[in-house]
């Protein structure tokens, strides 16, 4: 993994808040939720939780009988989320490691993560604690990407696979972890219910650079050596022609037996 000036990133928040904003963001948001199938009265994780994004809608679904817990491993993370959902007595934001939940065995009815396996030291592990905290038929639905799915309409397409397998291999710990996901489930002794995929579509550069992190990944990759100095002048080109990308992200449900 490349080593990264922190100045150059944005603002993890700032980031999360944008792409929870957006179209796409918005879509496969509302698709994990209905594939949660959350019920009044459940108990539900929310693994990874960043900065709450998605704990009030959890909460709604889950109404005053229900428990939602977020966790997050980033103290400015938990301070965030703990600040936005104050107003709601039903959830529960808490700082931990999702390799070692800090939940008792057989409590929980669904648990979910939106692109954290792909960032932790071991998504089998982590697996494996959800199914020692699942109670009998408890769900998990993980949004995850894969990021050697990222497709960018260019004459130089050659550019644009190798940003693809920079970032998948140098800027992301398990870079392509969405098309291992069921396999993983299975091998943790969970039932795979279903593997969707989501591809969307970017029209707007603006948007895509933004989720996507194109220019900042670009300039990486030219100082990591996979990119010939120069390889800055292709994004500039981008500007000048009707844009088009697409990344690739899956969906997994399972179910702990
Ligand atoms: C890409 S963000 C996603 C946040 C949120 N799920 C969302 O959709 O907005 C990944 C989050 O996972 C958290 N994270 C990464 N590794 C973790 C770990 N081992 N334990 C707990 N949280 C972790 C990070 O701190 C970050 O908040």
């Not at 199938?37 to 108990?43: K, S, V």
């Not at 071991?122 to 959800?130: I, N």
Request: glycine share 8%; net charge negative; with cysteine.
């Amino acid at each position: 993994m490349i080593d990264i000036d922190p100045a150059s990133r944005p603002d993890p928040i700032a980031y999360l808040d944008h792409v929870a904003s957006t179209d796409v963001g918005r879509g496969y948001k509302r698709q994990v939720l209905d594939l949660l199938a959350l019920r009044p009265g459940h108990t539900v994780l929310d693994l990874g939780c960043g900065p709450g994004t998605d704990l009030a809608a959890m909460a709604d679904a889950v109404t005053s009988t229900g428990r939602v817990i977020g966790l997050d491993r980033d103290p400015a993370m938990v301070a965030e989320a703990g600040a936005r959902l104050a107003g709601r007595p039903q959830v529960e934001v808490r700082p931990g490691d999702v390799h070692e939940l800090p939940v008792a065995d057989r409590s929980i009815d669904r648990a979910r993560t939106d692109r954290v396996l792909q960032h932790v030291d071991d998504p089998a592990r982590v697996l494996a604690e959800f199914r020692r905290v699942a109670r009998p038929g408890a769900r998990i639905v993980m949004a995850e990407p894969d990021w050697e799915g990222m497709l960018i309409d260019s004459p130089c397409p050659d550019v644009g696979r190798t940003l693809a397998r920079f970032i998948s291999t140098e800027m992301v710990r398990h870079g392509t972890l969405g098309r291992s996901l069921a396999r993983l489930c299975e091998e943790a002794g969970l039932a795979v219910r279903s593997v969707v995929t989501v591809a969307p579509v970017f029209r707007d550069l603006a948007t895509a650079d933004h989720v996507l992190g194109l220019r900042r990944n670009l300039v990486r990759a030219v100082g990591a050596g996979y990119l010939e100095p120069g390889a800055e002048e292709w994004f500039d080109d981008l500007r000048s022609r009707p844009f088009l990308a697409s990344a690739l992200l899956f969906l997994v449900t399972a179910e702990a037996a």
